[in-house]
Every structure is written in structure tokens, then in C-alpha cells.
Nanobody, 120 residues
């Protein structure tokens, strides 16, 4: 069974930093596009950042310059480095791995989420 396990969440003061990790088992992450999503209470899940198998990254405007997505294929792990955190970054953060095979099948996996709370 494929598993994505996030870690690194917690309570941090405004302006602080956290690094989230997403370790995969039973899939090889280097052929997947990795994404970090977040869901705040009462809101829909939203994409925060993504990184393709080739290493191209993309960010939503509200995290540009503050968050960095990366991957270590040797460790089968993706990361989200978050800095200058704000109260509005408070959410459950989810890791996603996605790829579309040559026959058009989409493989889509999610982690269980890790809570990030930004508060003084």
C-alpha cells in the first residue's frame, strides 16, 4: 500500500519557520509531481506549491518568497520550507504525489496531513 507520511508541523510564532517533510513508501517519488496543499478550518483545500519530476517549481502568490518546495529523490522525500510565517498560514498541510501514465491513468496519492499553527 502506498503511503505518504508528513511530519514537521507544529506551533510556531509569527515570523518563524518550519520545514515539512513528506516521505513516500511503495512508490518512487522521482517520477511524480509533488504538491503541498493546505486546508484551513472552514475553507477548501488549496495548492500551495508544486515541483515536477524535472524539478520545476510553482507557487501560489501568497507564499512566493516565503516558502520553498524541494525534493530529495535519494531519500524519496519532498520538503516544504516555510519562513516568515503568518497567522493566516495556519492550516493542515497535505502532501500529494501525482502522475499520469502513458495510457492516461492518473495516479494520485495523499498523506494524512500535518497541522501547522502560527500564533503568538
Amino acid at each position: 500500500q502506498v503511503q505518504l507520511v508528513e511530519s514537521g508541523g507544529g506551533l510556531v510564532q509569527p515570523g518563524g519557520s518550519l520545514r515539512l517533510s513528506c516521505v513516500a513508501s511503495r512508490i518512487i517519488l522521482n517520477i511524480y509531481t509533488m504538491g503541498w496543499y493546505r486546508q484551513a478550518p472552514g475553507k477548501q483545500r488549496e495548492l500551495v506549491a508544486s515541483i515536477t519530476s524535472g524539478g520545476s517549481t510553482d507557487y501560489v502568490d501568497f507564499v512566493k518568497g516565503r516558502f520553498t518546495i524541494s525534493r530529495d529523490n535519494a531519500k524519496n522525500t519532498a520538503y516544504l520550507q516555510m519562513s516568515s510565517l503568518k497567522a493566516e498560514d495556519t492550516a493542515v498541510y497535505y502532501c500529494n504525489a501525482r502522475r499520469t501514465t502513458q495510457d492516461g491513468t492518473t495516479m494520485d496519492y495523499w498523506g494524512q496531513g500535518t497541522q501547522v499553527t502560527v500564533s503568538s
